[in-house]
């Protein structure tokens, strides 16, 4: 079975750009988390939802970042406009809701350098 | 509040030495889960343990084992016989019990093995 999927797995791009980041989740999973790793702040989580459904986006840095999730199959997270403090690895990862806490999987990243 | 505190954050051993990477918790829930994550230097974030707050028996994995205190709020795991690829960046995480909830990381131990 497929993990979690993402796309693109590296992305260079110029301050001012808009940046999508793409995730897939386990085919059957209907949590999904968007998370940010920077050598200063460690992992932390961006949003997540529940059924497609945004939980808590109390992470989201800012309005320059907005995330979605149209169905159970797909995500994606938007920068825009792109800073260079917004240079990290995103990672995605999926879960079963079910009815006790189940375990994350989470996908390779996306490494983003923002100049 | 959940807290996850990671003391160690590196640690360098020699090939055949056994290691400890202590984890400590804080949380006012009564039961809850605890997780363990291996990120090596390819820079996926690999599942290896998850912990119900209500089960504190020991768990071995081959080279692996965990030791979960709750008198302490510690989650410790012991590599035994480290080798050369077990050097990677550790988390360990919390949850709440209820399902839907996210992750709660520490900032993670860097352990070095050399041959």
């Known amino acids: 079975d497929a993990g979690v999927i993402q796309s693109p797995r590296h992305e260079v791009t110029e301050m001012g750009q808009e940046v999508t980041l793409r995730c897939k989740p386990i085919?059957?999973?209907?949590?999904l988390f968007w998370y940010r790793q920077t050598m200063m702040r460690g992992l932390e989580l961006l949003i997540y939802?529940?059924?497609?459904?945004?939980?808590?986006d109390s992470g989201m840095p800012e309005d320059r970042f907005s995330a979605k999730m149209p169905n159970a199959s797909f995500s994606t997270l938007k920068i825009q406009p792109s800073e260079p403090r917004d240079s990290a690895v995103y990672f995605c990862?999926?879960?079963?809701?079910?009815?006790?806490?189940?375990?994350?999987?989470f996908g390779p990243g996306t490494r983003l350098l923002v100049l | 509040a959940q807290k996850v505190t990671q003391a160690q954050t590196e640690i360098s051993v020699v090939e055949k030495e056994d290691v400890t990477l202590d984890c400590v918790y804080e949380?006012?829930?009564?039961?809850?889960?605890l997780f363990w994550y291996k990120q090596p230097p390819s820079g996926e974030l690999v599942f290896l343990i998850r912990?119900?707050?209500?089960?504190?028996q020991n768990e071995i994995s081959g080279r692996y084992s965990w030791n979960f205190q709750k008198s302490t709020s510690s989650f410790n795991f012991t590599i035994t016989a480290s080798q050369v690829v077990d050097s990677a960046v550790y988390f360990c995480?919390?949850?709440?019990?209820?399902?839907?909830?996210?992750?709660?990381f520490g900032k993670g131990t860097t352990l070095s093995v050399s041959s």
């Open positions: 990862a999926s879960r079963l809701l079910a009815g006790a806490q189940e375990t994350q999987y």
């Open positions: 085919s059957g999973h209907n949590s």
């Open positions: 939802f529940n059924n497609n459904v945004p939980i808590d």
């Open positions: 949380t006012r829930d009564t039961t809850y889960y």
């Open positions: 912990r119900n707050s209500f089960d504190e």
């Open positions: 995480a919390l949850s709440a019990h209820q399902a839907g909830t996210a992750l709660i």
